[in-house]
């Protein structure tokens, strides 16, 4: 006489599981890091004067979003 046993496998591998928690866990840690490094690294801002960053006949232009500035030649306005 024969006895049938259902298995049942879960839906996902442990092999799959454990992947996955180590591709978070490194994405965490990144990001962790690099605030860890850029604290380090970014100095300390000191109070300058605007006419001071710049040669004369020159202006101050910002890029928020690229994090950098440059000096930029004076528009005729």
Do not use: D, N
Not at 41 to 64: E, F, I, K, M, N
């Amino acid at each position: 006489m024969s006895t049938a046993v259902a298995v049942r496998k879960s839906p996902i591998s442990v092999r799959t599981f454990a992947l996955l928690i180590a591709l978070v866990s490194m994405f965490v840690l990144g990001g962790a890091g690099g605030y860890v490094v850029k604290g380090i690294t970014t100095p300390a801002t000191a109070a300058v004067q605007p006419g001071t960053l710049c040669p004369t006949g020159r202006h101050v232009v910002v890029w928020y979003t690229a994090h950098a500035w440059t000096c930029e030649p004076q528009g005729p306005g």
